[in-house]
């Protein structure tokens, strides 16, 4: 399950934007079929309070963790998934500047453990 963190929001956010922010995520995850994830169960996205006010706003971050590797999940797919992802959070936020990451998963080298 991919999980997603935005920092740099602006200050004052509500429920309701973080809401509307976490739709527009899912649907530039699902606007990926490579993914194979079809809904907002599929996705974590996590809203991390920033411990420094300045500048919040004016640079929106998003990570994307916990992409298991697949051979279909390739660098173009990915750079897609951010276009896709970056794209959507820039229309929310049309005075910031967006950065998305893409960090792929490999259990294997890295470990993983998932409850039941």
């Known amino acids: 399950m991919p999980i997603i963190k935005v920092w740099c929001l602006p200050a004052n956010q509500t429920e309701e ?5 976490h739709i527009h995520i899912v649907a530039g995850i699902v606007a990926t079929p490579e993914l194979g994830l079809q809904n907002e169960k599929a996705v974590t996205c996590l809203f991390p309070p920033d411990l420094m006010q300045y500048g919040l706003g004016t640079e929106i971050i998003v990570e994307v963790t ?6 279909e999940r390739t660098p173009e797919v990915r750079s897609r998934l951010a276009k896709n992802i970056g794209a959507r959070v820039e229309a929310l936020y049309p005075d910031a500047t967006v950065e998305v990451f893409i960090y792929p998963f490999n259990p294997e080298i890295n470990g993983f453990w998932k409850s039941k």
């Open 17 to 21: 934007d973080l809401r509307k922010l």
């Open 66 to 71: 916990g992409l298991f590797e697949k051979p």
